[in-house]
């Protein structure tokens, strides 16, 4: 059973910090491609950033420049490093093993991430 967890939301000030973990466990995880996206009320979920199974980043334009995206292999786990917050960021985000090319995708619960002004 593929298990993803994540952690690290909360509610932060506008220009603050916050880091989001992802631990996944079920599967190869070295593996796979993952990705961060996040959903705002009433909007589409969205793809925030994304690594590749050889470390290759792509990330919003939204977010270019204040978010980072990493993975710890050894330890099952991707992060995302959120820098320089907006309360336009303020979202739900979803971790998300991104299987495609091989038929299948998996998802976490989801971490809510709040900015205040």
């Known amino acids: 059973q593929v298990q993803l967890v994540e952690s690290g939301g909360g509610l932060v000030q506008a220009g603050g910090s916050l880091r989001l973990s992802c631990v996944v466990s079920?599967?190869?995880?070295?593996?796979?491609?993952m990705g961060w996206y996040r959903q705002a009320p009433g909007n589409l979920r969205e793809l925030v950033a994304h690594?590749?199974?050889?470390?290759?980043?792509t990330y919003a334009d939204s977010v270019k420049g204040r978010f980072t995206i990493s993975r710890d292999n050894d330890k099952n786990t991707v992060y995302l490093q959120m820098n320089s917050l907006k309360r336009e960021d303020t979202a739900g985000y979803y971790c998300?093993?991104?299987?495609?090319?091989?038929?299948?995708?998996?998802w976490g619960q989801g971490t809510q991430v709040t900015v205040s002004s």
């Open positions: 998300n093993v991104d299987g495609r090319s091989r038929g299948y995708m998996y």
């Open positions: 690594i590749t199974s050889s470390g290759t980043t």
């Open positions: 079920g599967l190869a995880f070295s593996g796979n491609a």
